[in-house]
């Protein structure tokens, strides 16, 4: 019960950010080509659009395996929402069409100390 009230919370914060905050409807139409989408490996949407020009990348996955775009460090999680978006505009697809990254191992990086420790005696693995 104390968690879904911080949920709620939460929740309630994050709608009167949106509201705040809008995203702009078209604002992967009007990305500059300069534009870095993806910091971990220096990926720009100029790269993105010219991908899917290029090759016909229609999916996040093909377009993520051609340009490299979330493939850095954070696995996407910083850079998948806008390289779906710029996708999606650059294909005429609706956003749900173009697909979501695949998880890679680690899903969330951890310390390495915590994968080769023992689990304690009679902790559940």
């Not at 709620?8 to 994050?14: I, S």
């Not at 990305?31 to 010219?50: F, H, I, K, S, Y």
């Not at 390289?83 to 749900?96: D, K, R, S, Y």
């Amino acid at each position: 019960a104390l968690l879904e009230r911080k949920l709620d919370q939460l929740t309630g914060f994050r709608r009167g950010l949106e509201r705040a905050f809008p995203l702009p409807r078209d604002w992967a139409a009007n990305a500059p080509d300069e534009l870095v989408v993806c910091r971990c490996e220096n990926v720009t949407a100029g790269t993105l659009r010219q991908t899917v020009a290029v090759n016909g990348a229609d999916e996040l996955n093909r377009l993520k395996a051609l340009s490299r775009v979330g493939m850095g460090r954070c696995q996407g999680r910083m850079c998948g929402v806008a390289a779906a978006e710029i996708l999606a505009h650059a294909t005429g697809q609706p956003l749900a069409q173009v697909g979501r990254l695949r998880g890679q191992a680690p899903v969330k990086p951890i310390p390495i100390r915590l994968v080769t420790q023992a689990p304690a005696e009679g902790a559940r693995t």
